[in-house]
């Protein structure tokens, strides 16, 4: 399932790392590459909701077009996982959906505030499905995972029910979109051992470019917010999302080991 991705698109670089061109998108949009250059307040208050939601929402579109763009590069994939992606890409479509209606209802302007491809931007690099698999849903949207684990909370308490009802069913979806990739990368892995060589580059690519993007501790992004350790303080790992969406008890305590066991709903791993 190797095959070089073939996208309009020319190359960018950032801060001396290679990557992908960003997907298209209307003009009304700033495009930018670092999280220095994004908006983003700590607080709840109406201006932080919608950048928030304005934000989600590409995330959202970027996650559907890394779908959308594996059933084109990858046709020679077993029937039932394209069958899985082409269905996350419907997932995604309707995440956008969602996320723009509510953005509206709270008064938000599509383009408002800055937005960022780096999902695609890294992903579009990966040759091989695996790879990519390992990158966008074993670890991008295991990462959303925990956000939304936590975000869910936040909009409840800040009084907005109507928003954190539509994460809760954005969540129940990244969920099954993480569950199928981990469990066909194992099964791809039982069929020829190789596919683990190319989950390994993809986790060291990924890894090199996070490096050269960090940024430096006490930067400030675009709205003045401080970020730490050169990004946004990470969410709290959760766990039960984790271990349903396929993880093992294994892999979930090292995430946790790596955020310094912050956790929230930790269930099983009580």
Known sequence: MNRATRHEAPPKVVRGV???????????????????????????SDESRRER??????????????AAQSLVDFPEAPWDLRLAIARQAADESRHVAVLLRRFRQLGGEVGAYPVS???WNLCAMIG?????????????????????????????????????????????DEITHVRFANRWIKALTERDPRVLLHVAQAIRFLRAVNQALAGTPGE????????????????????????????????????LRQAGFRSILPGTLA
Request: aromatic letters at 6%; a negative charge.
């Open 220 to 255: 400030v992004n675009a709205a003045g917010t401080v970020l730490t350790e050169g990004r946004l303080a990470p969410p709290a790992v959760y766990v039960d999302g984790r271990l349903e969406a396929g993880f093992t008890e294994e892999e979930v305590h090292e995430v």
């Open 128 to 172: 091989d499905l695996p790879g990519r698999l390992a990158i966008e849903n074993r670890t991008f949207e295991a990462g959303l995972i925990d956000i939304l684990g936590q975000l869910r909370t936040t909009w409840r308490a800040a009084g907005d029910h109507e928003t954190a009802d539509a994460l809760e069913a954005i969540l129940a």
């Open 18 to 44: 290679a990557l992908h061109g960003d997907p298209a998108r209307e003009p009304c949009f700033t495009i930018v590459n670092t999280d220095a250059e994004m908006m983003d307040w700590p607080d709840m």
């Open 117 to 119: 491809n780096y999902e």
């Open 53 to 66: 939601l304005h934000r989600h929402m590409n995330n959202e579109c970027v996650a559907m077009e890394i």
